[in-house]
């Protein structure tokens, strides 16, 4: 293949004329694509070399060896090269010696542009007759030789990686800024281009472009452009990233893994890496982590981030690579480093900022029983000191995963710093605490005077409330299973737990598939575990539910009280149980389980927060005061018999004084009376004084009581739906009602409110809404008082003034101890008689 090519020079008058201008070309080379190349070849020389200079001096004027892409997409290969006078003796003249690759056309054998540099091929005159003598092959020049540019790579080792970072963002295409190289000769920078094109996809390498040198960086349109420090400046300039080779490097580190191992790899003289990687894969030299596997595998020291990405790309790839690779990338991943050491700075519990522990540890995770032992032991050494050491993740490792010298050689070196790690109280302990206790395990490093307490430290974990402790994971639940004595201690601790918290256990681990079934004992535990599987939903019969909570435990509540109070607080967690149901327990299991257990109390909490529609709360109440005389607290014993004699009213039981012994119960209670258990009683005294017939000395005794309390309750019992129902059909229960109400005038101001209320309020209306025969009914009822009451009826119920009158003064008397006499024929009771 012979390529076109086009000689550029002052040249004296001729057919073409004088000038500038191209003194020889190949035939078929169109006008186009010449107006293009001229724009292209020029070369002016620096300005700091001599104007005149001599043969010796004119070595020294830099080549200008560039490679543009034209406007037909083919390249421009051009070397301009300063001649000093030219024809005419005028100073300024240079020579440009071009060839033209069409579109998808290469160099003879396939060699790149920049291998072109200096060859012999090209000329530094006008060859004779005007016509280019064919070129087949461009031998390349000495300078770019391997031995070569690794020296020189290594005499830029400290600028190399920042470089290959922008020459990646230039090839990628994510930053378009050309890179500007500033060096004292255009051969150092055709060095820097010949290790480009080397890092570089070999198709990309083919397509970059570049000058070694031009006086005017900001008029270059090449993606790599060289100039020399007279050149003029362009670091000002936003479309330029400047790598001035002339001063001191920047000495900021390169964040860019691929530009750091490309760096490395120069500099460790192993360049025929890039062209394996090729070779071997395609073209991804381009790709960090395979690069670096290669680099790692021949030997090549790298940093943490560079080993974390060969890491990454060897998890993935592992079937790909031969045995003898990854063999010998599997010896330097797991060979020791300085960041190893236990006092680098490092995030606590976490990873180091690289990712390499979690890429070796998900490498291991891959090759983990895939490949012999012998082979990956030293990776899982590796990775396992890591996680000891706080710098990674813990790895899950079994039986097979170490060699007998290996783990020997783990256990004399990592046994204080793995129990350490094991109790140390900063760490979530179901998390790397209870991984490092399985390799605790799997280096026979003996924990067991640990598990006391870093089993607590799990158990309060599991069933703490803020924040939410979290149900039981795999890793704990497989631990359980596989190491009976950390089950022991955590059912131990969890069952203590559950006796003093059984609803938040419960709440925690029900259901958890936490395996409580495998050993004996821990009751409280196995009711939380397992009892809302044994009830089924919430709900329903909850003595039913309390039974089958009891059976999950294992044990009689009888052999073990406790487990009684456990299971009550299952059932009843919020609100303690109905009275029925507290009456229901204390028969069915008898005073000394409730004794024993410490539920009494529990008992009498129902029967004091039992709501007035309860109607057992009374009986319970009876009870407890039979079956706990000399035990129930001081504060508990005179609402409990407040309660008992709400159920005595109405009875045989129920005695004499009922204001009085309620009263004298409530007043003399050592703390104040639950709400609903004194509302109860006012309650049921109060319709009992509505009942006929009652002791004029009950009346009596709540009409100078002046208890506010029991006055309202009497109040609203004598305006319920019951008082109203019996008033409107039963005449005689309206007398009764007028006799009562009619009563101790002026005894007390609460009763005197009261009472001329209920004859204003209840009584009146009723009366005059009565049919004439049930009127004639009351007045005969009141005829047989006797005693004036029928004519202080007929006043009271007389229309008008007078009647308001007559309804003041009506009463049975007022009590004045200054008198003997009383008015009309009423006297206040003697000896409690029943009128």
């Not at 000038?19 to 620096?46: I, K, M, N, W």
């Not at 421009?76 to 006078?85: I, N």
């Not at 490309?262 to 070779?279: K, N, Q, S, Y």
Request: some cysteine.
């Amino acid at each position: 293949m012979s390529l076109a090519q086009l000689h550029y020079t002052s040249a004296p008058p001729g057919p073409d004329g004088s000038g500038f201008r191209f003194t020889a070309v190949s035939a078929g080379v169109p006008a186009t694509l010449l107006r293009e190349a001229e724009q292209l070849v020029g070369y002016e020389p620096p300005r700091d070399l001599p104007d005149r200079p001599d043969t010796e001096q004119l070595k020294s004027f830099p080549k200008a060896f560039s490679c543009t892409e034209l406007s037909d997409g083919g390249l421009l290969l051009c070397r301009s090269v300063y001649t000093g006078a030219d024809y005419s003796g005028r100073w300024g003249n240079f020579h440009a010696h071009a060839v033209h690759l069409p579109p998808g056309t290469r160099l003879p054998d396939g060699v790149l542009p920049i291998t072109a540099w200096e060859s012999p091929r090209w000329a530094d005159t006008t060859p004779p007759g005007g016509r280019p003598e064919p070129v087949d092959r461009f031998e390349p020049s000495g300078l770019l030789r391997r031995d070569g540019l690794v020296a020189f790579a290594r005499s830029r080792a400290d600028r190399l990686a920042a470089f290959f970072a922008d020459l990646r963002a230039l090839a990628d295409g994510s930053d378009v800024r050309q890179i500007v190289l500033v060096e004292r000769d255009s051969a150092d920078v055709a060095q820097w281009i010949a290790l480009a094109c080397t890092v570089l996809p070999r198709e990309q390498a083919h397509r970059l472009t570049f000058t070694t040198y031009t006086r005017r960086p900001q008029q270059a349109r090449q993606q790599i452009v060289g100039a020399l420090p007279s050149s003029e400046p362009v670091g000002h300039d936003h479309r330029f990233r400047v790598h001035d080779c002339t001063g001191r490097a920047a000495g900021e580190p390169v964040a860019d893994v691929w530009a750091d191992v490309c760096a490395r790899i120069w500099t460790a003289g192993r360049p025929e890496l890039f062209r394996d990687t090729a070779r071997d894969v395609g073209d991804t030299a381009g790709e960090a982590g395979r690069l670096a596997v290669a680099a790692l595998a021949e030997g090549v020291a790298l940093p943490a981030a560079a080993r974390a990405a060969a890491s990454r790309w060897a998890a993935e790839h592992a079937a790909e690579l031969p045995e003898p690779t990854l063999t010998a990338l599997l010896g330097e991943l797991a060979r020791a480093t300085g960041e190893d050491d236990g006092n680098a700075p490092h995030a606590h519990g976490g990873d180091a900022g690289d990712g390499e522990p979690a890429a070796l540890a998900a490498l291991l995770a891959r090759l983990d029983g895939q490949v012999p032992t012998v082979v990956s032991a030293p990776l899982a050494a590796r990775v396992l000191t890591l996680a000891v050491r706080r710098r990674g993740p813990v790895p899950t490792l079994g039986a097979g995963s170490l060699t007998p010298e290996v783990r020997g050689a783990l256990a004399r070196d990592l046994a204080p710093a793995l129990r350490h790690a094991v109790a140390d109280p900063a760490e979530p302990p179901t998390g790397r605490p209870l991984a490092l206790l399985h390799l605790a395990d799997l280096l026979d490093v003996d924990c067991t005077d640990l598990l006391p307490e870093f089993a607590g430290r799990v158990a309060r974990e599991l069933v703490r409330t803020e924040p939410a402790g979290a149900a039981p994971g795999a890793a704990l639940l497989d631990a359980v299973h596989g190491h009976p004595a950390l089950r022991a201690a955590l059912f131990g601790a969890l069952d203590a737990l559950a006796a003093a918290e059984p609803a938040v256990v419960a709440g925690r681990l029900a259901g958890s598939g936490l395996p409580v079934a495998l050993d004996p004992g821990f009751p409280h535990l196995r009711m939380c575990v397992l009892g809302d599987a044994a009830t089924g939903p919430a709900g329903g019969d909850r003595r039913a539910r309390l039974r089958a909570v009891l059976h999950t435990a294992g044990v009689s509540p009888h052999a073990e009280p406790a487990v009684l109070r456990t299971a009550f607080r299952l059932v009843w967690p919020d609100e303690p149980p109905t009275g029925e149901e507290a009456s229901l327990l204390l028969n069915e299991l008898g005073s000394d389980a409730h004794r024993l257990a410490g539920t009494r109390d529990l008992l009498v909490a129902a029967a004091l927060a039992a709501p007035a529609e309860d109607a057992a709360a009374p009986l319970l109440a009876a009870g407890l005061l039979r079956c706990f005389t000399a035990e129930l607290a001081p504060a508990h014993r005179a609402p409990l018999l407040l309660l008992e004699f709400a159920a005595l009213l109405g009875t045989d039981g129920e005695g004499e004084n009922w204001v009085e012994r309620v009263r004298a119960l409530r007043d003399g209670a050592v703390e104040p009376v639950p709400e609903q258990v004194s509302r109860r009683v006012y309650d049921a005294v109060a319709c009992r004084l509505l009942t006929v017939p009652v002791p004029e000395s009950e009346l009596y005794a709540l009409a100078r009581s002046g208890d506010t309390e029991l006055l309202a309750a009497y109040e609203r019992a004598a305006r319920g739906a019951a008082v109203a129902e019996r008033l409107r059909t039963a005449p005689s229960y309206v007398a009764a009602r007028f006799c009562d109400w009619s009563a101790y005038q002026d005894t007390d101001p609460g009763w005197e409110a009261t009472r001329t209320t209920l004859l204003a309020k209840v009584l009146r209306p009723v009366v005059r809404a009565l049919p004439e025969e049930d009127r004639a009914a009351v007045e005969e009822e009141l005829r047989r008082t006797g005693r004036g009451r029928l004519d202080a009826y007929r006043a009271w119920n007389r229309p008008g003034a007078l009647g308001r009158l007559a309804g003041r003064l009506t009463g049975r008397g007022r009590r004045d101890e200054g008198r003997t006499n009383w008015p009309g024929d009423v006297r206040p009771p003697a000896g409690g008689g029943a009128r």
